[in-house]
């Protein structure tokens, strides 16, 4: 099969091309191998939100429900039995390209619980039994970037595990998890692990900051107010992406472990969707092109890249003065740029520990159900 031109381009500027949603449906009907072979996407990304939609939509998920129920599982066993299925086949799906760029692609990521998003131990422990689970050397574990979230990086990264450090909104917040991956690598390193094959992205939030930043710029309402709006998220992956040089570039702490084949940790642009109508859906894509990132699309706006996206190549490349210069100007008209990224990842959280708590009420909904037509059948174990 032909592969997409735009996406094509893309790809040959140096971003990976992972979607952004993962579902039964999507692997059973060949639309996730269609996207793989036609579109250019080498992987796929998940989070709580992305799995209590998958599990809301349709039948494909009753016949396994119907089983875990028989075998009497609870709503934590039967939500984990079915994601790391899903994880695990898309893992397989992304096979050939894990293996033909050595694992730089093929990555399927699956996310610990959010709830523990401020339990560094709990999280670690997660980590390391959904990396047993799945059983797949191209999966990635996401780990929310807290604070506490920090820590729980280094350790799992020490364990010789990869991982999608994710909900990152600050450059400050991006070099503290560039930091967590460089000292996970060191702690691998001494405990004999094979460096080459630890992967890790550092997921950078854009969308969500123009959405903050422009409901405040509105507020200030003035004239240099307004002409800020739809340029902090951007502006603010290009100061990101010049931090990923400085360390991974010219930084003396990774060259040393790049004598023993560590990998970099890629920039990976998500919330890459378009919320606001007056934007191009391409915006958060064409604008941030550059070589060793990773950009997670929706569906809709791979479609519109395919569509009608132009690549340029390097846009993202070099542009940390410009960048700064919005930075300056969002600060001058009195937007407090610590206080929105606080507020971001204070939702983020939150947000899919909502979706969590859907995600476990719909499922145990599924689960009685199971279990009455089972019974009144006489079948329950």
């Known amino acids: 099969m032909t592969q997409n031109a735009n996406l094509a381009a893309l790809s040959a500027a140096g971003v990976s091309v992972w979607l952004d949603d993962l579902s039964r449906s999507r692997l059973r009907s060949g639309n996730l191998t269609e996207l793989r072979d036609t579109r250019c996407v080498v992987g796929v990304t998940t989070n709580p939100s992305i799995f209590q939609a998958a599990l809301a939509t349709g039948d494909v998920y009753n016949e396994q429900v119907r089983e875990l129920a028989e075998q009497r599982a609870d709503v934590e066993a039967t939500i984990r039995t079915i994601t790391t299925d899903d994880v695990r086949d898309a893992c397989d799906l992304f096979a050939d390209e894990y293996k033909s760029t050595e694992g730089v692609d093929g990555r399927v990521s699956i996310e610990v619980d959010p709830r523990l998003a401020y339990a560094a131990d709990k999280t670690v422990w997660q980590a390391i039994e959904l990396w047993k689970i799945v059983d797949r050397p191209n999966l990635m574990i996401k780990i929310p970037a807290t604070k506490a979230g920090l820590p729980a990086i280094t350790a799992v990264i020490g364990e010789g595990i990869s991982v999608n450090a994710t909900l990152i909104f600050s450059v400050e917040r991006h070099r503290d998890v560039m930091d967590a991956y460089l000292a996970g690598l060191e702690a691998a390193k001494e405990a004999g692990h094979d460096l080459s094959g630890i992967h890790s992205v550092a997921s950078f939030f854009v969308c969500r900051v123009d959405t903050e930043v422009d409901e405040r710029l509105a ?27 400085e360390v991974f570039a010219a930084g003396d702490r990774f060259a040393a472990l790049k004598d023993h084949k560590a990998r970099v940790q890629r920039p990976l642009w998500a919330s890459a969707g378009v919320k606001n109508p007056d934007y191009q859906q391409t915006h958060y894509v064409t604008e941030l092109i550059a070589p060793n990132t990773v950009c997670t699309l929706p569906a809709r706006t791979l479609a519109a890249v395919a569509d009608h996206g132009v690549i340029t190549a390097g846009t993202a490349v070099n542009r940390a003065a410009d960048a700064q210069e919005i930075f300056d100007n969002l600060a001058a008209v009195g937007v407090d740029l610590a206080d929105v990224f606080a507020v971001l990842e204070e939702e983020g959280v939150e947000k899919f520990a909502r979706s969590w708590r859907y995600l476990r009420e719909a499922t145990q909904g599924q689960l009685d159900e199971a279990t009455k037509r089972l019974e009144r059948r006489g079948e329950c174990r």
């Open 219 to 245: 507020k200030v309402g003035t004239d240099e107010a307004l002409a800020l709006r739809g340029k902090a998220g951007v502006a603010n992956a290009h100061l990101a992406y010049a931090a990923y040089q």
